[in-house]
């Protein structure tokens, strides 16, 4: 059978009055979606499936509308009121998939009788009983066409309406007053649908490369495809492509594009609708492998993913520059808004429309490919232009699918790009829009593999090219007033950078090395090199990038995974750095990456840490020891500053060092001078053989900060974790201390799940319940729960690796491991079982997975031996893989 004439056997249409009921049509339905998957799946054209499901509803439809006796219209003395079954939205232009809304009207002349409002209802809650998701509105035409001219979104609607069934006339009426200058006209629609997409675009934050994209409403998704049939239907009326083609908008290769990534998305959104119950167009990452196996893409573990994502991100790319060029084009030729619009000569090869840049000749770029960095060159040199006109983009577009080497193969375009990159705008004005049109794929090698390059994690939040703009932009925003009140530090460093532009270079290339086997720093260095090379730097320029993106990671992970009073960290950190300048370059690099990686990842508790990484270093390079002070020195500092502040608080200085005979030095090492002064504030008043529990009111680095002074017993460290999970805090910093007296007194650097402090309102409660659990004789094990629903698709084996360490007398063990609830505690309990003694915890959670590090010793305060550690390995991994 050929695909045009495909059908499905049975129709609504010969259902008879036995059969309509709610599980026989329940049952037809059903039956009619796997007819419909068995299609998909034997390639039948998505434009003939999505049509027939609107078929099917309408046959459905018509029939139900006879056995309720509808009529076309009902006769009364005075006149007649016409009735009529509409569909709207996307079901009126007739394309449903298997869990789209079903939008009806049901329009009449004037309101209905009693006796056609129950018929009506008894219809709709047959659709509902159905678990159909139908939207419907009751109107009659004067209220319809009021609603209309009051909400874009009903006039919307109404634009793509069509008969199901009842009185053809009262629709066309209906059609010709919306279709009329007095409802919407034009102009209006348009500016209204264009402020429309831009605040939806802002919901996703400006860009169609999130990992987790909505197909319906990302840049780049169905929306901006029906946004131009909708403006362009407003206007036109009817077939919109084929009007669109004659007024010479599209040439016939952009409206095959368009139907070809309209059919992509559409076979995505059918797979999607297909492996899940509820409605909804994200591709969340529990979904795209059973999608990308649907829709027939092989491969290994995540291949079938990453093909899948990575045609779909071209797809969104097209469609965008196809949304830009319309939307310009309506907006000047055929809404007439800028029919004033000023053309002026910027040079030989450029002019400016208003605030646009556009080609003189149509051939300039495929004559000479090197006039395509020039154009974003000359946009830096004329401050007026905010964009490419359509026309230029149209160029560009052609140009580039023309061009067979790299564009930074030529030396005039070395030369352009390094004059790009030292211009105060260049991100913000060339860069971006260079990444926007495709450039930087013809110009920066291996730019192409990272384009639409997947990151299987709940870490980043974008694809790497992606992320890789937006630590540019950050990097950028360091020069705004807002960005100094939120990054006081890396402003003012960033302020002082002698050639900040070597950023912009380090930026494009530090992840440009993932997605091929080892180490994507590494890879990525020994690119930049060649890149470098290539454009003749300075040879200390060079090394500096070259050394950046090779330990572009270096100050995130020493800060937020390492324990910063551990001198070994700081001198191994010291060591691998080794000047003040790349200290500096790297303070700003690696903020920039963190606020780019995702929305909601930076907090005061990262800035602090990185601040105060930066500013110990920064002491050693000022200092040129290129090393820390020993431990006792530091602790003899502390305790010393602790004291003096406590004096001139009128404490008595006999009871302060009562209180401090009980502490070794460790204590007054690890804890800073105002933690110490607040411990002492707060245990002064308190009886010291009693459990007492804290929340410091001023947040500590950020975070709010939980001291615990009880007996010390071997299930303390799981406890507190069970109860401040309880909470829902993420715990981000324990340290665990134990005085001579058998007595602990710990600290729990906590936030909330935003990343916030804690609210006053809250601490009350949380002091309750970890008195309350301190106080209980035994311990109660921890309540063991399953992953939350959105890590379940992800696989993090379970490593403990034991980590060098300074003091020989500790062991440094780092844990890493599938994020889930009581994680932490599950851990303190083997600890506790094993008789280990933990000194401090330091908990990282990086999207799907922690990384944790723990400061161990055994049962007579030495460093755990290789048996115990081997045990201690072979206990938690046993632990946390038996919580699935």
Known sequence: MAEANLCYPISPLNFNDEQINTHYIKQQLEEFQNWSVCQFKQHVDIDILVHLRSQFIDDLLKRLWQYYQIPEQVSSLFKQNRLALIAVGGYGRAELHPLSDIDILILSDRSLTKDLEKRIGDLVRLLWDLHLDIGHSVRTLKTCLQEAKNDITIMTNLIESRLICGNASLLKELQKQIFSHKIWPSAAFYQAKVKEQQERHRQYHSTSYNLEPDLKNSPGGLRDMQIIQWIAIRHFGGEFLKKIADFDYLTPEDIEEFKTCRKFLWRMRFALHSVINRYDNRLLFDRQLSIANMLGYQGQGNTPVEKMMHDYYRVAHNITELNQMLLQLFDESILE??????????????????????????????QDPVMIIQLFYTILLNPQITGLYSNTIRQLRSARRQLTTLLCEDEKARSLFLEIIKHPDAIKKAILLMHQYGILTVYIPGWKHIAGMMQFDLFHAYTVDEHTIRLLLELDSFKTQASKEKHPNSSNVFAKLSKPELLVITGLFHDIGKGHHGDHSEIGAKLVEKFCQLHKLDPKDTDLIVWLVRYHLLMSVTAQSRDLQDPAVINEFIQIVKSERRLQYLLCLTVADVCATNETLWNSWKQSLMRELYLTAK?????????????????????????????????????????????????????????????????????????????????????????????DRPYLFATVCNI??????????????????????????????????????RHYSIIKSLEKALQQPVYKGVTIKPPKQRLRSFSVPTQVNFLSAFNESQTYMELIALDRPGLLACVGEVFAKLELSLSSAKIATIGEHIEDLFILKDKHNNALDDNTCNILRNSIVNTIDSMN
């Open 724 to 761: 401040l999970n309880n909470h829902n805090l993420s715990i981000h910093d324990a340290l665990i201390i134990t005085n001579k007296k058998g007595f602990a007194l710990d600290t729990f650097i906590v936030l909330e799940p935003n990343g916030q402090t804690l609210q006053p309102d």
């Open 337 to 366: 808004l800028n029919a004033q619009s000023k053309t002026y000569s910027i040079d030989e090869y450029f002019q400016a429309r208003d605030d646009l840049i556009d080609v003189k000749d149509n051939n300039l770029f495929k």
């Open 619 to 711: 002491r050693s390079f000022d200092s040129g020891a290129h090393h820390i002070p020993e431990q006792r020195s530091i602790a003899r500092q502390h305790k010393h500053e602790a004291f003096e502040t406590l004096l001139k608080q009128h404490y008595d200085e006999q009871k302060i060092k009562d209180l401090w005979q009980d502490y070794r030095v460790d204590y007054f090492l690890r804890y800073t001078t105002e933690q110490i002064v607040w411990h002492a504030q707060m245990l002064l008043q308190h009886d010291l053989t009693q459990t007492f529990v804290a929340i410091n009111p001023d947040p500590y680095h950020g975070g709010s900060e939980i001291i615990i002074y009880s007996p």
